[in-house]
Structure formats: structure tokens, C-alpha cells
């Protein structure tokens, strides 16, 4: 049955409770409703902007384990170790930019592993604060998940010393109350069983309350599982298998990252000042760390596995010129991998945390041509992404096959019995006067599971909002039942473990709690969101 959007408003205002006032911030004028748009605010660098498509696009380096484990029973893993720390990097020319990075980069450095083999990370933290790292699309054992709350304290902090701060908004939670969490001396070793297909995730921070600044400033990689079933295929490789990962940032007259933190040290008081609490959006856009790059390319197949790092803004993606026959983007993996068989965009409409991977065939443009990757979603700055210049012309060597992956056990999902349904509202709330953001009307609080899904059970969740809303769950991945009661979208297409739900909409996910028994989170991927407490556990039972 579909909802009409009318009679949801009324619905989420109840589960709201408080202050519905929609506003989209700096794209709220661009026409076409608000299904196109950003929530967020923009922050205005002070700094001058490069011109566009004068550096070239780089590629964050593969990092080397420490150890291999070669045994040829289980034990079998590859050990890597990261340490978090202050870095420099030359992002506005002539600029200095501190970084607060794995191995001090931004990007951190891709991992890159093989499906079914363990990945043991040990992270170190040398920055100043508290750090927790969540890698985003990983089937992980929860005391690897990056849990908000299980932190990684600064070398030479104590717990004694680390007091988990109050958050606004949330009267159950004193200043010394420190149930539900974990705190580790100056480093974690987190273990990756991998035991997954192949597919593009990122490691990112996830410390409680201050995530959003501390991805802002640099705390985010890709980690790449590969798997026999994709290195057969005959689709591009090696240097025409790139990750982009696409994020947007606003600089201080230093070159320095920007955020209206409340609390600048990010020590105490977290989230952002009262006029940004939609979200932070930046007017510098960054692919792989430096702003609108462009790559050198033959006139031949690229594959692109685009990430959306970004607190808050959406994208929609778009080639110009347009090749001739008007599809230029052939998607053949989403969030959890491969698609069963290509589709393709005219555009792709990419919310933060989500992935597409997608084959550019650039044989559609003669050599010499330069072709802009815009964002349609953006204005001045914020419009384009990055460009490619096709200056050579090459043997193809790769193609798209019509079938790419065996989707059986998606296809299987849903298809038997009756099932659980929950429903969860994401909106603004006002529990104690303060307006954060809620699910079913309650701000997060570590220790409260909402929902107690039995291991290898399958229920249908229903995601319903007031603005745009990210939803994303650990642990697990998903398939897009609905939208409003109709189809998904062909952006929903495939595993996904992030849903970019539209404003005043309701989307229906279906999924499979296997893997692991514990507690996980589940929020909305716009960081400031997130940290202004749209968020709640479920726990696999
Ligand atoms: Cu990408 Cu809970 O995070
Ligand atoms: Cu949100």
C-alpha cells in the first residue's frame, strides 16, 4: 500500500515530536522537489579556491602487511598495522593543510585483501583524542565493529582521564556515567574474518559523538575484498580499476579544514553549532584528497568504484560531454558488490557512505576530448567533480559481460514465509528542549537495543523520514524492497548497506541477520546527524 506523502508528514510529526521545519539548505533552490537536493548548510572557505582540473588525480597507496601468515590451516592471515596521527598535506597550492589521517595521509592507505582471508589491523592512535574505527561494509565480529563507544584512547591518556562527556539533548546520560563503555590504552588490534564476497568498503572513524570532525578531518581509506568470481571476469584492471573517493571540504585562509565544531578540540562538548546542524557541506569538492583533479586516460574502459566520503552532501553524477548513445555510466557493483548483471545511468545520485561501481567507456569520445565529471546536484564550485582528458588511443582489453555474478541467494531473500517488520522513523527531535535528531522519537544512548533480530532470520525494515536520511547498518547487508510503496529506484539496485532515503518517504529493506551474534549500530550516514544522535543498536541474538 503506498503512503502518500501528505499523510506520512502528519505521521512523522507525531514520531518527531518537534520541529518539522523542512529546509535544504544550499541547494534548497534547485528545482526539481526535494528528492533532489542536500540537506546541509553550506560553510564558505575563506581561503581562495584553485582552479578547477590543474592536478592530477592521485591514487592513495596500497598498504604492505607487516606479516602474512601462510599456514595452511585457518590461522591463515594477513597482519597490517596503521598508525593515526597529525600529517601535512599540500591540498590548496602553496598551502599546508593538517591532516588528522591513518599513517597521517588523507586518504588513508587502501587495504586490499582477498575474500575468506582474515585481515588483523592494528591501529594505533597518536592523535589527541579518542578514535574508534568502523570498517563500513565489513561482515565483523562486534568486538571488531568499531562500536562507538569501545574506544581507542590517546597513547598517554588514561580512562581515568577520558571522561565520556554529557550530550545535549540527552538527560539519561550524566557526565560520569560510563556504562556501555570500552576504552583501550593507546592501541586495538580489530580482526576482519572477510568471510564475504568481493566488494569496495571504506574504514572510517566512528568515535561516539565526534565523528563527523574527525572524518572531516582525514579519517577515512578504502579496503578492497577481491574473490575468484570477480578476478575472472574480463572487466578493466589493475591501473583501470580506480577508487574515487569523492568528498567535499571548506578551507580556512591557512588552508586549514574548517567545521563549525561547538568544541573545536574536540574534546567535550560535541556536535556543531546550532545553523549547521543539517549538515556540514563544504564548496571545495576532493577526489582522492585534492580538489577537482583530473586523470589522463586511453580510449578505452575505466572502472571507477566511486565512494560518497562526505558528511553530508549528495551528489548526482553526470558526464559532459555526454557520450553518443546517452548511458555513459555502466554500473556492475554497488555497496556489497557485484550486480547480477550491468545497468545503466544516464546519472547516479550517490548519498554519503554509499558506493558505485561503475565502467566509463571513454572509446565514446574521440581523442582530445576532455570529459567533465559534474555534479548536478551542486552550483558554482560544488558543480563539478573532476575531469578526464582522453589523450591516447589503445587496444581494448576488457569488456562488461551481460552476467557478472551469481545473485541467487539475493534473489532467494524475501521469497518464503511471514516475517518480522520494524519500523523506525528518522527525525528531528527535542527530548529536552534542545531539537537533535531521533529515531522513533529517541536520541541514542550505547546501552539501549531497539531491536533483537534472531541469528539467520529475515525481517523487513521500514525506514521513514523528514529530510534526506542516509540509513545505514552494520554487520549486514540488504536488498530495496519499496520506496512509497512502489519499486525502488535503479540506483537501489543490488547489496546495499546504506539507503539514501528521500525526504518524507518511506523505504522498505529486507534483510538477513547472519554471520555474527551482538550488538551493532545502525544511523543515519550524514555525520552530523549521527553525531547529534540519530542512532540505535540492534542486537543479533
Ligand atoms: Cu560508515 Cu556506522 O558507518
Ligand atoms: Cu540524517
Known amino acids: 500500500m503506498a503512503i502518500t506523502r501528505k499523510k506520512f508528514l502528519k505521521l512523522g510529526l507525531v514520531a518527531g515530536g518537534a520541529g518539522l521545519a523542512l529546509s535544504s539548505g544550499a541547494s534548497a533552490s534547485l528545482p526539481g522537489g526535494m528528492g533532489n537536493a542536500t540537506t546541509g548548510k553550506l560553510l564558505r572557505s575563506a581561503a581562495r ?26 590461522s591463515d592471515a594477513d597482519h597490517y598495522e596503521i598508525t593515526q596521527k597529525v600529517g601535512k598535506a599540500e591540498i590548496l597550492p602553496g598551502l599546508q593543510t593538517e591532516v588528522w589521517g591513518y599513517e597521517g595521509c588523507f586518504p588513508g592507505p587502501t587495504i586490499e585483501s582477498r575474500s575468506g582471508r582474515a585481515t588483523i589491523v592494528h591501529n594505533i592512535n597518536e592523535l589527541p583524542v579518542p578514535v574508534s574505527t ?25 580512562s581515568e582521564e577520558h571522561s565520556p562527556h554529557a550530550h545535549h539533548g540527552n538527560p539519561d546520560r550524566p557526565l560520569d556515567n560510563k556504562a556501555g563503555w570500552s576504552f583501550h590504552q593507546g592501541s586495538k588490534d580489530y580482526l576482519y574474518p572477510l568471510e564475504q564476497r568481493a566488494a569496495t568498503l571504506w574504514y572510517h572513524d566512528h568515535r561516539m559523538d565526534f565523528t563527523g570532525p574527525q572524518v572531516y578531518r582525514g579519517l577515512a581509506g578504502f579496503h578492497i575484498i577481491r574473490d575468484e568470481e570477480e578476478n575472472a571476469l574480463p572487466l578493466p584492471k589493475d591501473e583501470k580499476d580506480v577508487p574515487l573517493m569523492i568528498c567535499d571540504r571548506s578551507f580556512g585562509e591557512d588552508g586549514s579544514f574548517i567545521y563549525p565544531a561547538r568544541d ?40 571507477f568504484r566511486i565512494l560518497n566520503a562526505s558528511n553530508a552532501r549528495r551528489y548526482r553524477l553526470a558526464l559532459e560531454p555526454e557520450s553518443s548513445d546517452g548511458a555513459p555510466f555502466v554500473q556492475v557493483g554497488s555497496d556489497g558488490g557485484l550486480l547480477g548483471a550491468p545497468i545503466t545511468h544516464r546519472t547516479i545520485t550517490i548519498a554519503p557512505a554509499e558506493r558505485f561501481d561503475v565502467v ?93 533480530p534472531k541469528l539467520g532470520s529475515t525481517e523487513i525494515w521500514e525506514f521513514s523520514t523528514d529530510v534526506h536520511h542516509p540509513v545505514h547498518l552494520h554487520l549486514v547487508h540488504f536488498k530495496v524492497l519499496s520506496r512509497n510503496g512502489r519499486r525502488p529506484l535503479p540506483k537501489d539496485a543490488g547489496w546495499k548497506d546504506t539507503v539514501d532515503v528521500l525526504p518524507g518517504q518511506v523505504v522498505r529493506v529486507i534483510c538477513r541477520f547472519d554471520g555474527y551474534r551482538g550488538k551493532y549500530v545502525f544511523h543515519c550516514h550524514n555525520l552530523e546527524h549521527e553525531d547529534m544522535m540519530m542512532m540505535a543498536n540492534f542486537e543479533v541474538v
Not at 272 to 301: C, Q
Open 134 to 158: 568502523h570498517l563500513h561494509g565489513g561482515r565483523t565480529p562486534a568486538s571488531s565493529d568499531g562500536f562507538p563507544t569501545d574506544l581507542i584512547l590517546p597513547r598517554h591518556q588514561s
Open 360 to 452: 566509463i567507456d571513454f572509446s565514446r569520445y574521440p581523442v582530445g576530448t576532455k570529459v567533465t565529471l559534474k555534479n548536478r546536484l551542486g552550483d558554482g564550485t560544488t558543480s563539478r567533480v573532476m575531469r578526464f582528458h582522453v589523450v591516447r588511443k589503445e587496444k581494448e582489453e576488457s569488456t562488461v559481460p551481460k552476467r557478472l555474478s551469481d545473485m541467487s541467494a539475493f534473489e532467494a531473500l524475501g521469497k518464503s514465509g511471514p516475517r518480522l517488520t520494524r519500523k523506525f522513523s528518522f527525525t528531528r527531535a527535542a527530548p529536552n528542549g534542545q531539537v537533535v535528531w531521533a529515531i522513533n522519537g529517541k536520541v541514542f544512548d550505547p546501552s539501549r537495543i531497539n531491536a533483537r
Open 264 to 303: 573545536p578540540s574536540l574534546q567535550r562538548k560535541p556536535g556543531v553549532k546550532e545553523h549547521y546542524m543539517e549538515g556540514v557541506l563544504g564548496d571545495a569538492i576532493l577526489v582522492n584528497g585534492v580538489p577537482w583533479p583530473f586523470m589522463e586516460v586511453s580510449n578505452t574502459r575505466y572502472r
Open 49 to 74: 579556491l584553485p582552479k578547477p582540473f590543474r592536478v592530477s588525480l592521485p591514487m592513495p597507496p596500497v598498504l604492505e602487511p607487516v606479516r602474512s601468515d601462510d599456514d595452511a590451516d585457518h
